[in-house]
């Protein structure tokens, strides 16, 4: 079985992730999503919440499995009999640091591999950072992001 981990911040989930996530899921027997605990940048949502905004959107996937980790991402793959990390590839000016970021991997542990996927272009220059922008400042989102995750910015921004 080919198991794969796509792991991130998810702060919060896009539709650019969901477009890897399905990418990924038709790739593999079973995808983890699974949700960085150990962020040195402070999230606007707690891990339980980004969790929550995950299950609400993905029920869709029949094999992806959602989760949460702290620490290594090899250590974690490698937890869960996962060989392959997925990253989003969206332009350029993410290739320096995930080029870094596989080779660590790599390193760390020859038997992982980071498989690179390129989202639908409309996804280009999406982002979790561009998307808390937008809702801060009261701009429509709805194309960006599903609609648990909408309410979610909504709710948060109003408090
Ligand atoms: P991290 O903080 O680990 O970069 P993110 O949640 O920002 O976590 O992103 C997780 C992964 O999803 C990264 O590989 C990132 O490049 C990818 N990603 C983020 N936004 C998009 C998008 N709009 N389209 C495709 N991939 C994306």
New binding site residues.
């Given amino acids: 079985m080919k198991i794969a981990v ?6 919060p989930i ?1 539709n ?2 969901l ?2 996530l399905k990418r990924a899921s038709s790739l593999f027997d079973l995808v983890y999503i699974a949700v ?1 605990r150990n962020l040195q940048k402070q999230p606007i949502f707690t891990t339980k919440e980004r969790l929550a905004l995950i299950r609400g959107c993905t029920s869709e996937f029949e094999n992806v499995k959602m989760d949460s980790f702290d620490g290594l991402v090899v250590e974690y793959a490698r937890q869960v009999g996962a060989e392959v990390i997925i ?4 332009a350029l000016s ?1 290739f320096d640091y ?1 080029f870094q970021m596989a080779l660590m991997n790599r390193h760390l542990d020859e038997n992982i591999n980071t498989v690179f996927l390129m ?1 639908h272009e409309d ?2 220059y ?3 950072s561009m998307v808390r922008d937008l809702a801060k400042f009261g701009a429509e989102i709805g194309s960006f992001v599903p609609a648990n995750v909408k309410t979610a910015l909504l709710k948060k921004f109003r408090e």
Avoid: N, Q
């Avoid at 796509?6 to 702060?11: A, K, N, Q």
């Avoid at 990253?87 to 969206?90: A, F, M, N």
């Fill in positions: 796509y792991p991130g911040s998810f702060d896009t650019g992730h477009d890897i960085a990253r989003g590839l969206r993410d995930e989202p996804y280009t999406l982002s979790s």
